[in-house]
């Protein structure tokens, strides 16, 4: 069935009321095996991602000697491999940075459980065990001197 519209006065073109590509003319079908196939692939791939997002660990804080805060540079390094303790999920992950300006470091490890903070400062490189857990943890930390042997310690 078509329908004139008057164009200009005078004149009129008509139009189909239905496309020619309508349901009866098309040749496809829905494959719903594809479809649940589709679906589990990017059901398990988002499940994948929210498996490593909770595997992450983080730990941060400050770091000073004296009451003042560690120079910017000096370096941080997190040892969870299998000489720093149990360290679940680590495998021998080492994760390093450096403090900035107000003696503040941040590191991220896929590793869990206990590892191994150490600093290299002032020629020496003292050390402090450490647990990482799935939610970020806060460690401030001192450096002290003792008989000329630097020690780290939690404030």
């Given at each position: 069935?078509d ?11 008509t ?8 349901p009866?003319?098309?040749?496809f079908?829905?494959?719903l ?13 988002l ?8 595997r ?19 370096a941080?390094?997190l ?19 450096a403090t ?7 590191l ?6 206990d ?6 400062y002032?020629?020496?490189n ?30």
């Amino acid at each position: 069935m078509d329908i004139a519209l008057p164009r200009q006065p005078g004149t009129h073109r008509t139009f189909p009321l239905a496309p020619p590509w309508g349901p009866e003319n098309c040749s496809f079908t829905p494959n719903l095996e594809v479809s649940m196939k589709k679906t589990l692939v990017c059901i398990a791939l988002l499940s994948l991602g929210a498996a490593t997002a909770v595997r992450a660990a983080e730990i941060f804080g400050t770091i000073s000697e004296n009451g003042k805060a560690l120079p910017a540079g000096v370096a941080v390094k997190l040892d969870c491999g299998s000489g720093s303790g149990s360290g679940s999920g680590g495998g021998g992950a080492s994760v390093s940075g450096a403090t900035d300006q107000f003696g503040s470091y941040s590191l991220k490890s896929t590793a869990t459980g206990d590892c191994r903070l150490t600093l290299t400062y002032k020629g020496a490189n003292p050390s402090l065990p450490v647990t990482l857990y799935e939610k970020p943890g806060k460690y401030d930390l001192v450096v002290r001197g003792d008989a000329g042997k630097l020690t780290l310690s939690r404030k």
